[in-house]
């Protein structure tokens, strides 16, 4: 198997995906950027490079991810569902496929440290995970508060080596951390930043996307067996940055059939004050390196953003959904953490599966929209559980 970049994906020669996208970094910055797109472009011409990533994926990650149907969901929503199965990953969620492939780009590039930000932990937790692999050096910000939230994971990253650094500014959240790894960067331009999705300035959008791809590639050819049609009606999946999303749409773009659904978190509903649903209240701007619907007060300050989840808690999305959902290709559903709960309760009890918070949106929204009989939809099980059980229990109790 290789991987292919597909044409209306790129962004032109600045990183712009239409109106959105681009690399506003510190000038400082610029020669670093430089040097990833190169050493991206470069790998992506390497048979060398896919043939050192598709193996480790494969061999280390546990890909291919099954494509499980659902006959339950199938009954109780009236159409076709499947579940793309990205908790079944090493280290628990599709986070390792990015950090993976960008290790493997650090290397080329000789480096020998890494710097990451983390918002449940499980970026963080596939950036030691690969590090510890590839032996480099590993620091991880991570917000104070979500340090709290996601205790379990925050040990796992320890405990592979890598450090943890709490960030104390802001809400204490993944847009802290993100800010704080960047002024490290600046600070240590000699250290690879490896984001974990697909945010951040170009060419990262990118790099995260193509890495990420695997998942739609890898659903193709299951639906293909499965069903004798490589093309599902419906794809839905939940969007932080919106790296899973970006995975699971990839090779889908092109294809007009296909609906493109992207579920945001409501929080405690939209119009609440407490929401992460960036698409539907942001507004362009500019925020860690690229322009991006971004939540924002009226002269421009980054609205803290609130979801159940860590992983949905982020005030922008990456500049390639931004587009996508501007020229309607995209559709965006939002989920309010109470909906997530029980979709997580449910499918829990039904199917034995526990998913990870952020993934009971994507499972929450086929309450949300239309489905008949002969549609045949994917829902992208981003992530595992495990590290949720505390929020589960008390709530279930
Ligand atoms: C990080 C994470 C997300 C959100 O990040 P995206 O880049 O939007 O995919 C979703 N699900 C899980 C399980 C995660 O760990």
Redesign the pocket.
Known sequence: MKLEHIKSLSPDELGFYGDFGGAFIPELLDPNVRALKEAFNDAFEDSDFQEAYIPLLKQYVGRPTPLYFSEKLSRTHGANIYLKR??LNHT????INNAIGQILLAKRMDKTRIIAET??G??GVATATACALMGMECTVFMGANDIARQAPNVQRMRYLGAEVVAVESGSQTLKDATNEAIRQWINHPDAYYLI???VGPDPYPTIVAYFQSIISREIRDQLMEETGTSSPTKIV??????????GAFYHFYEESNVDLIAVEAAGQGLNSGKSAATSVLGKPGILHGSKTLLMQTGDGQVVEPHSI?A??DYPGI?PLHAHSISIGRTQVVTITDSEALEAAGELSRNEGIIP?L??AHALAALNKIELNKDDVVVVNL???GDKDMSTYENYTL
């Open positions: 990205e908790d628990g969620s599709h986070k918002g449940a499980q970026h974990g999705s697909v999946a939940c969007v932080g940055g919106g790296s899973n999303a970006a989840s992983g949905l990456g990870a952020e993934s981003s992530g595992r």
